[in-house]
């Protein structure tokens, strides 16, 4: 583990809005829309929160153990077998979670730009950039992030402004939808969106200051979630909530339908899509180099390197598992659905018992315990 800390606030809020804004940006409206209809704001709002909780609950875990790893100081709060256990299943989770994401977007530039391209093609061409980009520390990950932060948000900003002059309020009433039978899923579909934000465990112990990780957190949910909510606002504004149930990528549409003033572009899909292929390199770039991190520290290894293209055979295998576009977006859902009790009850549970023990890291990364406890 590196104990060089350089990393900004300003860096590690950056990260976390690269890895969070990502390939789930496109059918976002889509599943906002099924569970809420009208309200697909609302609920794309309350699935902010629930991801926000778990950010919370990580960064008052990062604060409390401030020079450890997520793995060290859960085996100092729980015992080294049942961390161990825990630490597996997340690196499976985040392992699966790159393997989904890398297909989404094979499957979406297969459709919508390079038809005669294998998927396969495609996705491997992806999950080899990300595994050659984790071959690098930890400051080269969070200046990579920082550099890509501004192509990501501007471009997007501008299409969700320059869409709602086509939106009609009547579209997006009642706010709390016709029927909230569904919201409850559909809350957790859009919460599992956020799980990237699990990234801030490696990010917390190489900060300057790592009481700042919650208002770094904080600021990178205000920007990620506020900017997925203007999204859903536009497109259930633009289409309305029954046109967006037949539309495969809401979002994609979206940008097809604006322009910029005086049509010096007609369509901003070309546009949105070359930023939209940024936001999944960032995002699956930092699933993978999680997963190959914790692998490394699951081990006491100082060099996560090795593992770099060690794990790419069996991110691939799984990706090109799903027989169809169909039954991948089922996947997505259930994955992101099941890995909520990981990325938010774990850490819940870690924290629970940290307080109940007593156990916290001092300024040298060593525990201490409560003497009452």
Same mark, same amino acid.
């Given at each position: ?5 350089? !990393?900004?606030? !300003? ?97 979406? *530039? ?7 391209? =294998? ?37 997007? @900003? ?13 579209? &997006? ?19 599992? &969106?956020?799980?990237?934000?699990? *990234? ?35 497109? *259930?504004? *633009? ?41 999944? %390199? ?16 699951? %081990? ?9 293209? %060690? ?43 940290? @307080? ?14 409560? =003497?009452?406890?």
């Amino acid at each position: 583990m590196e104990n060089t800390r350089q !990393i900004t606030t !300003i860096q590690a809020a950056a990260i976390l809005v690269s890895t969070i804004i990502g390939v789930g940006v496109l059918p976002l409206p889509l599943f906002a829309v099924r569970a809420g209809d009208a309200g697909a704001p609302l609920v794309t709002f309350l699935g902010m929160l629930v991801g926000f909780i778990g950010l919370m609950l990580i960064s008052l875990l990062g604060m409390r153990f401030p020079k450890q790893s997520f793995v060290q100081y859960s085996e100092a709060i729980i015992g080294k077998w049942l961390a161990a256990i825990g630490t597996l299943l997340l690196i499976a989770f985040f392992a699966i979670l790159t393997s989904l994401a890398a297909r989404e977007f094979g499957e979406v *530039v297969v459709t919508s730009v390079l038809k005669n391209t =294998p998927l396969e093609v495609t996705v491997i061409v992806m999950l080899l950039l990300a595994a050659v980009s984790t071959r690098n520390n930890l400051v080269t990950f969070s200046y990579i992030h920082l550099f890509y932060f501004p192509f990501l948000l501007g471009p997007a @900003l501008l299409i969700v402004a320059l869409s709602l002059k086509n939106a009609d309020v009547i579209n &997006l009433q009642p706010v709390w939808g016709n029927d909230q039978t569904h919201m409850l899923p559909g809350i957790l579909t859009i919460a599992a &969106l956020f799980q990237g934000s699990f *990234v801030m465990t490696i990010v917390i112990p190489g900060m300057c200051d790592p009481k700042k990780s919650m208002k770094a957190s904080f600021i990178a949910m205000l920007i990620a979630g506020g900017m997925y909510v203007a999204i859903v606002i536009a497109a *259930v504004g *633009v289409f309305g909530s029954e046109e967006i149930k037949n539309l495969l990528w809401p979002t994609l549409e979206l940008a097809k339908a604006t322009s910029l003033p005086a049509n010096i572009l007609e369509r901003l899909d070309a546009a949105f899509l070359a930023v939209w292929v940024t936001a999944v %390199f960032t995002t699956l770039f930092s699933s993978y180099y999680l997963t190959i991190r914790f692998i490394s520290n699951l %081990f006491r290894l100082k060099d996560h390197n090795m593992f770099s293209f %060690f794990l790419l055979p069996f991110v691939f295998i799984m990706a090109v598992i799903p027989q169809n576009i169909l039954q991948m977006y089922e996947i997505i859902a259930d994955v992101g659905r099941i890995g909520l009790f990981i990325t938010v009850g774990y850490p819940a549970f870690l924290f629970i018992i940290s @307080l109940i023990r007593g156990k916290r890291g001092d300024r040298d990364g060593t525990q201490q315990t409560n =003497p009452a406890s």
